[in-house]
């Protein structure tokens, strides 16, 4: 697609339900990256992919947050026994080569009551 | 964690002005790159310094990078009111290109 692609892009849940984002990464683009961003702050990384493997997922707070990539192309984010704390903007962005321009989706907002 | 330190947290100017935000960082990097975000969607990309580069420039925007002093800065030249956004630095790690991003200036340009 012409850009990154991100959906729902907002979902609400109730406390302790099992939520999945998805994130479509622009084509051809290797590496991706999630990021959990509350209101006023900066974004927080969680996760980078390179390929369909996790290089780095020392940002997911808590065993309750998984992500995977499968085929090296979409992404899901999966949380589970949400809480509501984890309620925020959850942005996904993808790159040609890990050291190019990430581009970003607009994002889901996550509100979990 | 969060790695790039913007400075100042919030900047008001008028219209035609210059605006400068300044970004600090700790750990060595491959290139820092610029983000505008506007009400709290989707970062748009601005410009992108590699770790050998000084300076670099597109349109209004000019960004330069000492990297002795680990610090980076934004000058939008003659703003306009649609340049109202927050503005966050990212550092990008050698290694595993983690990009981290700083906790962001939020400019308002007044019309």
């Known amino acids: 697609g012409a850009g990154v692609s991100q959906t729902p892009s907002n979902k609400v849940t109730e406390k302790g339900k099992y939520v999945e984002l998805r994130c479509d990464p622009i084509?051809?683009?290797?590496?991706l990256y999630w990021y959990r961003q509350s209101l006023g702050q900066g974004p927080e990384f969680l996760i980078y992919f390179q390929g369909t493997g996790a290089a780095d997922d020392s940002g997911l707070p808590n065993d309750r947050f998984f992500a995977v990539r499968p085929e090296g192309s979409v992404s899901t984010l999966k949380i589970q026994r949400t809480e509501r704390g984890d309620s925020a903007m959850y942005l996904c962005a993808s790159s040609f080569r890990p050291n190019t321009e990430a581009f970003f989706g607009q994002g889901t907002r996550l509100t979990v009551v | 964690s969060q790695q790039g330190e913007e400075d100042p947290q919030a900047l008001s100017i008028q219209e035609g002005e210059n605006a400068t935000m300044n970004c600090s960082y700790k750990t060595s990097i491959n290139n820092l790159q610029w983000y505008r975000q506007n009400s709290g969607r989707g970062l748009v990309h601005l410009i992108l310094?590699?770790?050998?580069?000084r300076e670099k420039h597109s349109g209004r925007l000019r960004v330069t990078l000492d990297t002795s002093k680990k610090s980076s800065s934004l000058l939008i030249t003659a703003s306009r009111a649609a340049d109202t956004a927050s503005y966050f630095c990212a550092t990008l790690e050698p290694i595993y290109g983690k990009l981290t991003f700083g906790q962001g200036t939020i400019l308002t340009v007044h019309p």
């Open positions: 310094i590699r770790s050998n580069e």
């Open positions: 084509s051809g683009h290797t590496a």
